[in-house]
């Protein structure tokens, strides 16, 4: 099993920046992909941005430019830097690890809110 904690949310103005951490602890040498998504209210949980553990990396078009993932491996740690952020960008933001066969690792976790709002 893989536990993950994240954090780093907060309220923000529009065009303001925001870093999201998510540590993985327990069975963390099956973890292959470390990723974001996010839910924002009455819409569909979506897939942010990932990055597997030879460093590539995967981002959705509308952050494409804005946000930038990172890794740590040895803190089992993965990061979002969030710039220029937008209203749309209002939502709760869900770590995610998954194994090199894309099989999700562990459960989601209560995810960390981000609101861009003035």
């Known amino acids: 099993q893989v536990q993950l904690v994240e954090s780093g949310g907060g309220l923000v103005q529009p065009g303001g920046s925001l870093r999201l951490s998510c540590a993985a602890s327990?069975?963390?040498?099956?973890?292959?992909?470390m990723g974001w998504y996010r839910q924002a209210p009455g819409k569909q949980r979506e897939l942010v941005a990932y990055?597997?553990?030879?460093?590539?990396?995967n981002y959705a078009d509308s952050v494409k430019g804005r946000f930038t993932i990172s890794r740590d491996n040895a803190k089992n740690t993965v990061y979002l830097q969030m710039n220029s952020l937008k209203p749309e960008d209002t939502a709760v933001y869900y770590c995610?690890?998954?194994?090199?066969?894309?099989?999700?690792?562990?459960?989601w976790g209560q995810g960390t809110q981000v609101t861009v709002s003035s």
């Open positions: 995610d690890v998954r194994a090199r066969t894309w099989v999700k690792l562990g459960s």
């Open positions: 327990g069975s963390i040498f099956s973890i292959y992909v």
């Open positions: 990055m597997t553990n030879n460093g590539n990396t």
